[in-house]
């Protein structure tokens, strides 16, 4: 079953879709304003989102980009009734899979739907082999790192190094780290981010060529 975030504001359309894609063996998580669909792709496995564009409190475009900065693969649909050109080339821009217009034929959104999810499983790079630090074996998936010992990683450790994996040699924004492993970036999360870094470098202390930088003012970056 794979799980749909769904943000529109129209009461009555956002039930006739959720309950179709229902129906079709999908799993909603619907949502009215962009902020609550941010924060609920922040704490569920999301597999696409479809996204109004005119949304309160965070408009569809914005939303986009805030979950394409913790997500680059997630598909991204909008429904919207802005047919501008100009209007899809900002949805395309900001990392839209497809754009739907309103009023749509729900056995046309299913297509969509389906040939997004298709393209993103072709796509997908796959994750399961870990990742390579200088002498030591990160198995993201059973959070080990394995060298000459292997050491146990809490969830949190795990996840923040994996994130740092994939983005390898990149800067990395702390908010979008908070974002991602906390679901929000208050200032106690980011004192609690600042702990766990400090603990990762003791793990990968011994690693010469590897490394985690501070950015001041900005994040950290993997150095590897």
Known sequence: MKNILLVEDDNNLGFVIKDNL???GYKIY???DGQIGLKTFNEKSIDICLLDVMLPKQDGFS??????????SVPIIFLTAKAMIEDKTIGFEVGADDYLTKPFNMDELLLRINAVLKRAEISKAPQANGFQLGSLFFDDLNYKLIGLETKKLTK??????????????????REIILKKVWGDDSYFNGRSLDVFITKLRK?????????????HGIGFSLKD
């Open 63 to 72: 939303l986009a980009k805030d979950i394409r900065k913790m997500n680059d």
């Open 22 to 24: 229902k129906l079709n």
């Open 156 to 173: 949190k450790e795990a996840e923040i190094l994996k994130i740092l994996c994939i983005e390898k040699n990149k800067v990395i924004e």
């Open 203 to 215: 793990y990968l202390q011994d690693e010469e060529s590897v490394s985690i930088e501070n950015i």
């Open 30 to 32: 619907l949502c009215k």
